[in-house]
């Protein structure tokens, strides 16, 4: 069974950074697009970010273009999502998503979805 687990998540001021990741069991991550989304209360899903298997291409939302970079170690089946310079409007669930193709697809293409890590950013 395809699993991801994102961790990292936490509370953190305006400004500051975190570090979020997304570890793959029961299958090898280095043959799928990886995308992180996050949900905001009261908010619909948005996609922030895609990573493609090799690592080669990575895409961003324009909220968080220069300031979120991910990255992938396939050698530990796990993607990174890191979060610089955090804004209040970044508060949301992170999760992240998996999907069988060679490039970012269209977001309806990603599935295995994990159950998400909470950040907070207050002061």
């Known amino acids: 069974q395809l699993q991801l687990v994102e961790s990292g998540g936490g509370l953190v001021q305006p400004g500051g950074s975190l570090r979020l990741s997304c570890t793959a069991s029961g299958f090898t991550l280095e043959r799928y697009a990886i995308a992180w989304f996050r949900q905001a209360p009261g908010k619909e899903r948005e996609w922030v970010s895609c990573?493609?298997?090799?690592?080669?291409?990575?895409y961003y939302a324009d909220s968080v273009k220069g300031r979120f970079t991910i990255s992938r170690d396939n050698a530990k089946n796990t993607v990174y999502l890191q979060l610089n310079s955090l804004r209040p409007e970044d508060t949301a669930v992170y999760y992240c998503?998996?999907?069988?193709?060679?490039?970012?697809?269209?977001?309806?293409?990603?599935?295995?979805w994990g159950q998400g890590t909470q950040v907070t950013v207050s002061s």
């Open positions: 990573i493609t298997p090799s690592g080669g291409s990575a």
């Open positions: 998503a998996a999907a069988p193709y060679v490039l970012c697809p269209h977001v309806r293409e990603f599935g295995s």
